[in-house]
Nanobody
Framework: QVQLVESGGGLVQPGGSLRLSCAAS????????MGWYRQAPGKQRELVAK???????NYADSVKGRFTISRDNAKNTVYLQMNSLKPEDTDVYYC?????????????????WGQGTQVTVSS
């Protein structure tokens, strides 16, 4: 019913840039907070950046000043611009969103995850 599809991952050299995109599709009434998380093998998934429907943002300390989260509400899409990438940014990046659906005279709000996209920073 609702899907989050990420794109934009890949291999980049240290100091380089990548832009991740995540598009939500399906029976969507509204999208509340959207965010990006990352996870390395054997580690817990951690918040990278989050943006509310009103545009307020927050970032992990490790990415402040280097990453920028933004969203296009008309396209149901969230972006993560990643600059000055470091090898320690290498992870699988996951899109996350709180989405409200309208079905059968009821509203349903659930949390959704994308399938993940690999970001590798290496020379």
């Amino acid at each position: 019913q609702v899907q989050l599809v990420e794109s934009g991952g890949g291999l980049v050299q240290p100091g380089g840039s990548l832009r991740l995109s995540c598009a939500a599709s399906g029976s969507i009434f509204s999208i509340n907070a959207m965010g990006w998380y990352r996870q390395a093998p054997g580690k817990q998934r951690e918040l990278v950046a989050k943006i509310t429907s009103g545009g307020s943002t927050n970032y992990a300390d490790s990415v402040k000043g280097r990453f920028t989260i933004s969203r296009d509400n008309a396209k149901n899409t969230v972006y993560l611009q990643m600059n000055s990438l470091k090898p320690e940014d290498t992870d699988v990046y996951y899109c996350n969103a709180d989405i409200t659906r309208y079905s059968g005279d009821h509203f349903y709000t659930d949390n959704y995850w994308g399938q993940g996209t690999q970001v590798t920073v290496s020379s």
